[in-house]
């Protein structure tokens, strides 16, 4: 932490106050310089009486209120500086996977800047305990992923999932659910297992074929999620295979099937 240096008119009347306390010389007065003293005439014949506890109280003071105006200052410079840091980072964020079609048509130099933006989000992140947070609690739109079981860009764009996609969580029941739109309409939910405080086990226990055929997991559907960035509209997270998702919410309300 850098070290905050005393204001300059304090520096002045700690420079005076040795000059005066050094000095064997009585104090005149000159007709062509300024004097912070009153303007009293002095006596050549004796040094003028000056009460040093006074004027060391007075300078304490003065260098007293600086620093703690400088650190006041300093502080909410340093927050406000972080907010609009986190804002700009955002819209970088939403800037580059915007073109992107989800990540589908992301190139290795555009998934490398779409990691290197998320990383500088979550480094100055302040949700340290996600699944502590009603912030998590909700339905949210996947805006962008490296996982290719879902983008399937292996297959005919018609064969792909071309509407949004979302995915919807309850921190108090422990519950999320994977939710596709057009063309096929399927949905997976899941129970959710604390690893710790940001990272789960996802247990699937069933999934609906266009969103009407129900079929119960054969026990192999099963991951790791880290959330690794939260706020009220912005939710980054990462798998245990490496794989990158970048969410917004887009209804606080909505409740997973228990």
């Known amino acids: ?71 006041r200052v300093s502080f909410f410079s340093g927050f406000l500086t972080k907010g609009k840091d986190v804002n700009s980072l955002k819209d970088e964020l939403f800037d580059a996977i915007a073109p992107l079609d989800r990540g589908a048509e992301a190139s290795p130099d555009d998934q490398e800047r779409v990691d290197q933006i998320a990383r500088k989000l979550e480094a100055v992140n302040e949700i340290k305990e996600p699944l502590k947070s009603n912030l998590l609690n909700g339905k949210w739109e996947l805006l962008y992923t490296t996982s290719q079981s879902i983008l399937q860009t292996k297959r005919p764009k018609f064969l ?22 057009w063309p096929f309409f399927n949905q997976a939910t899941a129970n959710l297992v604390p690893l710790n405080a940001r990272r789960v086990a996802v247990k699937f226990d069933y999934f609906k074929i266009a969103g009407l055929i129900p ?38 309300s909505y409740r997973v099937p228990l």
């Open 160 to 181: 792909r999932p071309n509407g949004k996609i979302y995915q919807a969580i309850n921190v108090d029941t422990l519950r999320a659910q994977n939710l596709e739109t």
């Open 215 to 252: 079929i119960k997991s054969p026990g192999s559907g099963r991951g790791q999620l880290e959330i690794t960035y939260l706020d009220e509209e912005l939710r980054i997270s990462r798998g245990n295979q490496g794989n990158l998702f970048i969410l917004k919410m887009v209804d606080p």
């Open 1 to 71: 932490m850098a070290l905050i240096s005393p204001s300059p008119a304090a520096s002045t009347a700690i420079t005076l106050l040795k000059a005066l306390q050094s000095s064997n010389e009585p104090i005149t007065s000159s007709p062509n310089s300024l004097s912070i003293f009153p303007s009293k005439p002095f006596v050549k014949s004796s040094k003028p009486h000056i009460n040093n506890d006074t004027l060391f109280s007075s300078v304490e003071n003065a260098v007293s209120f600086s620093l703690k105006w400088r650190t």
